[in-house]
């Protein structure tokens, strides 16, 4: 089973600022390996102008990975963690409550 995960992140303005085009294409890739390298697969990366945050969903493989990865971000120093959440499947979730009635 895999793990969904929600994050807000903020960039670390020190680390982005006065850079080339092709420094900041890096710094990003950078940003994208690590999510790789622990089989994470991003579903949705957008601007939330709001909170002026960026707002992620990413699939791992399991939580663990999601973990690695975001420890693996920050060590980086490019961006900071306003908040995780793990997103649940609604259709395992309906089957759930489902059985959980079933069974009550």
Not at 20 to 40: H, L, P, R, S, W
Not at 53 to 77: C, F, H, M, N, Q
């Amino acid at each position: 089973m895999s793990h969904l995960q929600l994050a807000r992140t903020r960039i670390v303005p020190e680390a982005w600022r006065d850079l080339t085009d092709e420094q900041n294409d890096a710094q990003t890739a950078a940003i994208y390996a690590v999510i790789g390298k622990y089989g994470g697969d991003a579903k949705v990366i957008s601007f939330a102008p709001s909170d002026v945050t960026l707002v992620s969903v990413i699939e791992y493989p399991d939580e663990l990975s999601a973990k690695r990865s975001i420890a693996g971000i920050l060590a980086l120093g490019t961006l900071e963690y306003v908040s995780v959440e793990a997103l649940w499947d609604v259709v395992e979730w309906v089957g759930i409550v489902r059985e959980a009635g079933a069974t009550g």
